[in-house]
């Protein structure tokens, strides 16, 4: 699985990114940090339609997408994320 947490620098939702992002690398979950800005985290946010920050994408190694939340209301659990992950 990969996992892609866009975030917006310099806002609130920078915060509640990395803070996620810990979270899951103490449960030994990989996540990748993209700026919604740089051009990785565009291609990203135009190829799966998200429009929220933060947002957190769970995707099969195949690039198909297994999950998407967005904007800071809608953050998952990130015990629902790492139960997905090792699914």
Known sequence: ????VLYNRATP???IAERFE????RDQIEVELLD????HGIQV???YAIM?????LL????????KVWEGEDGMPATSEVA?????
């Open 13 to 15: 939702g920078e915060r």
């Open 59 to 66: 995707l099969k190694s195949d690039g198909a997408p297994v």
């Open 22 to 25: 810990e979270s899951l690398k």
């Open 36 to 39: 919604a800005d740089s051009p």
């Open 45 to 47: 946010a135009e190829t």
């Open 1 to 4: 699985m990969i996992i892609y």
């Open 83 to 87: 139960y997905l992950a090792r699914q």
């Open 52 to 56: 929220g920050r933060p947002a957190v």
